[in-house]
């Protein structure tokens, strides 16, 4: 074999020439070992086949080398761990996260899928014997897949030939041909097939492979098709953070219960149950209540949070939104004065009923505050003069009273920005006012209304209602657990509301974090699934700026164009995916999902070899015998990505290719995570305080 400093090209799946010549030196060996048998010892022949043995042990471990390596090429995609070795590897490397056995991805990996790919890789497979005496020698469980085309054409034959022999026999019995078919499918047993090309993996040794918690402070963005693996990544990764008891945000939209299974799961074996909060519009009955409104600075901060939520349907959204902010903002404003917890309900009740309480009661507090006279006679002097135009508008004469004694008299001594706001949304025109909110109240009314109602409306004094009653920013604060299901399957539109007011409430806790460190200084780990129904503006912050506060964002997608139909245009998609500086790709199918993928991983030099051979003859008609010829071989050099855009798409299950900030490309086959023995099924009526709710009602 050539060294690929001299300009030729290395391939460690050749053909192992080497057997033969081991067969040879050991036929050899055999011959002078045979020579002295025969009565006519010879030392000259001894000595001879000792060196022929040498010679022919030489050259058949240089063939097993080169078996082994293309054995490894047809290895099972399968992989099972126990949690015990899990664990294990885990508490190993605590500053890091297991993300699979693999190895790193080097220039010469590109260079070997460019060649692989080229030829039928089932060719390579080493001699069956080899393969059996290897399988029963080692104590590995490896399994090897090493169907050939021929083989699997045999099988379908086969197949076809046992079922019309199932139907013919059971015609001759007098027996149903559906239930004899039905009795020899439950026979047959199903063999694993495996998807895409193992081989890939197989191009080195593996070994655990691990991301510096540290490198998670860039963002790790997660792409993968449907059924590739995506789940089992999950279940990893929030094992190992449940594992190292740091605080774990999830947000499902299609809210996967196998993913709240496996959570729950990792959460009571690590004695960590009573950390999880559960959400999910479905199961309200096991929901914790969370409130979207709870974690808040100022009254504007609430009002930003609901107005990305508006539809932009015409060309006048921007005004229809600019409106619903500056009424929210009005209305916030004015609760917060009042000391009254903000709530999506109480903002509802507000619009649809109108500001008349609310603004007489700021009035009367505004008055109160700054200690103005005798406010409530001059009140009740302006109502008495406010009798006719209350009778023509149908207002309270006690509302207009207060309005006017505050425009007239308290505004010049000492003004308030909340009553100047709520004041401005009480006189302007109810139908334009309700023609400008339409955008707003259709979203409102869904978030407001069902087991939503008292979900993001909670109401901490109702004594029946056991169900916690918490905020995103008190669950940092604990180091909890949550799980956040969103239901995008039932109702995509109030699923991708809930989720884009979460994910602001989760900003402002960020902002709050990174400005004052009021949450402490553990690491945050937010891993978003179908990110596309929870993604808006707010998470471009949260993205961006997120790091210093501790996050670390997890977002899985299917393909990159969901951003673009989540964010409405390719600008704001582009910049969002400018904020992962990691990533994590299964098996994905979309051409430019493919293409930005490859792209971020760069570009390698690959070799490719030419060769030439030509004849000529250089004698005449009477002497054909002269001719001249000629054989060369070149290689060049070519700049190609380093992971091709198609070979992504034809990844096994299970298998992934990460790219690391650092630029570490990584070839990881993630693990299928084994129950300890032993081991109960937990569900959502193990919470806690599910337990605690039972037991209070039976005991009354």
Not at 252 to 257: A, I, N, S, V
Request: contains cysteine; negative net charge.
């Amino acid at each position: 074999m050539q060294d690929e400093s001299e300009g030729l090209l290395v391939r460690p799946w050749r053909k192992a020439f080497e057997y033969k010549a081991a067969v040879a030196w050991g036929a050899a060996a055999a011959y002078q070992v045979a020579f002295p048998l025969t009565g006519n010892f010879s030392t000259p022949a001894l000595i001879a086949a000792v060196g022929c043995m040498g010679m022919a042990s030489v050259n058949l471990l240089e063939a097993h080398r080169i078996w082994k390596r293309r054995l490894m090429l047809f290895e099972s995609n399968a992989m099972f761990m126990s949690r015990e070795d899990l664990e294990d590897r885990v508490d190993a490397q605590p500053d890091k996260i297991y993300l699979g056995e693999g190895w790193e991805w080097t220039p010469d990996h590109s260079q070997w899928v460019y060649d692989l790919s080229r030829i039928d890789v089932g060719t390579l497979a080493p001699p069956s014997w080899y393969v059996c005496l290897v399988t029963k020698l080692s104590d590995n469980e490896k399994q090897y897949v090493l169907k050939k085309p021929d083989d699997e054409t045999k099988e379908k034959t086969e197949a076809i030939s046992q079922v019309q022999a199932v139907k013919r026999l059971a015609r001759e019995q007098g027996l149903n041909v559906a239930e004899a078919l039905k009795q020899y499918a439950e026979s047959v047993e199903r063999k694993y097939v495996p998807r895409g090309v193992p081989w890939v993996h197989g191009m080195s040794e593996s070994s655990a492979q691990y991301v510096p918690i540290e490198d998670c402070k860039g963002n790790t963005l997660i792409s993968g098709t449907t059924r590739s693996g995506k789940t089992v990544l999950y279940r990893l990764l929030t094992s190992q953070i449940i594992r190292k008891r740091e605080c774990l945000i999830v947000v499902d939209p299609k809210g996967d219960l196998d993913l709240l299974n496996l959570m729950l799961e990792s959460a009571h074996l690590e004695g960590r149950l009573d950390d999880f909060v559960f959400f999910h519009p479905a199961f309200s009955e096991y929901s914790s209540r969370i409130d979207p409104l709870a974690n808040f600075q100022t009254p504007s901060q609430l009002a930003s949070r609901i107005e990305p939520l508006i539809p932009a349907s015409s060309t006048n959204g921007d005004n229809f939104s600019k409106f619903a902010w500056g009424v929210m903002e009005s209305i916030f404003g004015a609760m917060d004065m009042l000391n009254m917890r903000p709530s999506l309900m109480a903002l509802r009740n507000v619009i649809e009923r109108g500001p008349e309480d609310l603004l007489y009661d700021c009035i009367v507090k505004h008055c109160e505050r700054i200690n103005y006279g005798d406010y409530l006679s001059s009140i009740r002097s302006w109502e008495n003069k406010m009798d006719k135009a209350a009778q023509k508008t149908g207002t309270s004469a006690k509302v207009l009273g207060a309005a006017a004694f505050y425009k007239d008299e308290v505004k010049e001594f000492k003004s308030d920005t909340a009553i100047d706001g709520l004041l401005g949304f009480f006189e302007h025109n109810r139908e334009h006012a309700s023609k400008m909110l339409a955008g707003l109240m259709p979203i409102l009314k869904s978030l407001t209304t069902g087991p939503l109602a008292d979900l993001l409306s909670p109401d901490q004094r109702d004594a029946n209602d056991p169900r916690p009653v918490t905020s995103l920013d008190e669950l940092i604060k604990r180091k909890s657990i949550a799980y956040i299901g969103l239901d995008a399957m039932a109702d995509p539109a109030v699923a991708q509301a809930i989720g884009s007011i979460y994910m602001s409430d989760l900003v402002a806790s960020a902002a709050q974090r990174y400005t004052h460190g009021g949450t402490g200084t553990h690491d945050v780990f937010l891993l978003i699934d179908e990110a596309s129904n929870a993604v808006n503006k707010s998470v471009i912050e949260l993205l961006n700026k997120g790091a210093g506060a501790g996050f670390r964002v997890f977002a899985a997608t299917q393909t990159v164009p969901d951003f673009e139909d989540a964010l409405g245009n390719a600008s704001t998609k582009d910049k969002t995916l400018g904020n992962f500086n990691n990533h994590i790709s299964l098996r994905v199918i979309d051409e430019a999902t493919k293409e930005f993928v490859s792209a971020q991983m760069g570009e390698v030099s690959v070799r490719t070899a030419q060769i030439s051979q030509n004849t000529q003859s250089l004698g005449s008609d009477h002497n054909p015998a002269l001719y001249s010829g000629g054989y060369g071989s070149r290689t060049t050099d070519s700049t190609a990505p380093k992971i091709e855009p198609s070979l992504l798409g034809r990844l096994p299950d299970l298998e992934c290719i990460a790219h690391i900030s650092a630029g570490k490309v990584l070839k990881c086959r993630l693990p299928l995570l084994t129950a300890k023995g032993g081991e109960e099924s937990i569900g959502l009526n193990d919470l806690p305080w599910v337990k605690r709710s039972r037991g209070v009602l039976e005991n009354a």
